[in-house]
């Protein structure tokens, strides 16, 4: 039996890594891929999988807008949704994934990844700095609401 499935698309979102309780790095996203015999332009959004390294790899390397060739195999899962109806799910395991653009827009999406993450942790340690300075602040009551 053949189980293999080849896209090349675009990434809708930046990737979520996430760790598993046993500690596997697993990442998701979306690839946006055209359909080739549509007339009309139809796209496609197929969710894709990746573990451990390939999984850190697409997060280091890849964002929203990145060209990316998908190789895996389509996996299904079923589970029972919040209102109780059983679903489906139909996602892509992949193993293998490769850039599709240029080697430098590739190491341009890199670093922008890089000084994307330093801003974000000189944000953090600015916001941690702030609150273990200023430890008295002033109660606001119209942010009761949320």
Request: glycine share 6%; aromatic share 10%.
């Amino acid at each position: 039996m053949i189980n293999t499935i080849t896209l090349m698309g675009r990434l809708v979102r930046d990737p979520e890594l996430r760790t598993t309780q046993s500690g596997k790095e697993v990442a998701s996203f979306t690839v946006a891929v055209q359909r080739s015999r549509s007339k009309n332009g139809e796209t496609d959004f197929i969710p894709i999988v990746v573990w451990e390294k390939t999984a850190k790899f697409v997060c280091d390397y890849f964002r929203k807008g990145s060209m990316i060739a998908v190789t895996g195999s389509l996996q299904t899962r079923n589970y029972t949704d919040g209102d109780g109806y059983k679903r489906t799910a139909f996602e892509v395991i992949a193993n293998e994934v490769s850039f599709c653009g240029s080697k430098e827009k590739a190491d341009e999406s890199a670093r922008e990844i890089q000084k994307d993450r330093e801003f974000i942790a000189d944000m953090n340690n600015s916001v941690h700095e702030g609150f273990s300075q200023n430890a008295d602040f002033e109660y606001i009551e119209e942010y009761d609401e949320f």
